[in-house]
T-cell receptor, first 115, second 111 residues
Framework: NAGVTQTPKFQVLKTGQSMTLQCAQDMNHEYMSWYRQDPGMGLRLIHYSVGAGITDQGEVPNGYNVSRSTTEDFPLRLLSAAPSQTSVYFC??????????????FGPGTRLTVL | QKEVEQDPGPLSVPEGAIVSLNCTYSNSAFQYFMWYRQYSRKGPELLMYTYSSGNKEDGRFTAQVDKSSKYISLFIRDSQPSDSATYLCAMTTDSWGKLQFGAGTQVVVTP
């Protein structure tokens, strides 16, 4: 299994540009999420999905859109990039439902710089 | 104020020493506590997972939870240079709930 994969690894954007960060998992996990990691801030939840067709906002959703058309894929779209969105983005997945064990598996991250 | 507080370090220790890491939190409803390890330019990976108060040991790693003090700890015995990483605490109210992460503590183990 490849686990959670993310593309691209690195990206530089200009202010106002849009782009999509790709995330895929091959573990048949229902729950997928996007985090951003900034120095001194830890991981903050942007959006999450409990299954195909179902998404919801996390702690810092503004400026980002998501959709979940399949179990495997959960892309994150930046609508109009701003310098404040410079960060490292992590996608994660786990088994869905009310499980007793909540291990999230993280992808390798996408480093985004907005100029 | 953040729900989860964690000293960002860096924490530098000599090889073989005990590494002591901790987090404090404000939400008394947290019941599930985790420690993630993150190597440089990699994604976090789960290291320890505990429920409610008490201790849990796994090899050289020991996780402790003191809910009365809202304080969790991670100890690494006989530290190795390969333990050099950032350690993030995380916690949630329900096992299926959203995680709240600490900022992470950078640990450097010098040979």
């Amino acid at each position: 299994n490849a686990g959670v994969t993310q593309t691209p690894k690195f990206q530089v954007l200009k202010t106002g540009q849009s782009m999509t960060l790709q995330c895929a998992q091959d573990m048949n996990h229902e729950y997928m999420s996007w985090y951003r990691q900034d120095p001194g801030m830890g991981l903050r939840l942007i959006h999450y999905s409990v299954g195909a067709g179902i998404t919801d906002q996390g702690e810092v959703p503004n400026g980002y859109n998501v959709s979940r058309s399949t179990t495997e894929d959960f892309p994150l779209r930046l609508l109009s990039a701003a310098p404040s969105q410079t960060s490292v983005y992590f996608c994660a997945s786990r088994v869905g439902g009310r499980t007793s064990y909540n291990e999230q598996f993280f992808g390798p991250g996408t480093r985004l710089t907005v100029l | 104020q953040k729900e989860v507080e964690q000293d960002p370090g860096p924490l530098s220790v000599p090889e073989g020493a005990i590494v002591s890491l901790n987090c404090t939190y404000s939400n008394s409803a947290f019941q599930y506590f985790m420690w993630y390890r993150q190597y440089s330019r990699k994604g976090p990976e789960l290291l320890m997972y505990t429920y409610s108060s008490g201790n849990k040991e796994d090899g050289r790693f020991t996780a402790q939870v003191d809910k009365s003090s809202k304080y969790i700890s991670l100890f690494i015995r006989d530290s190795q240079p390969s333990d050099s990483a950032t350690y993030l605490c995380a916690m949630t109210t329900d096992s299926w709930g959203k995680l709240q992460f600490g900022a992470g503590t950078q640990v450097v183990v010098t040979p």
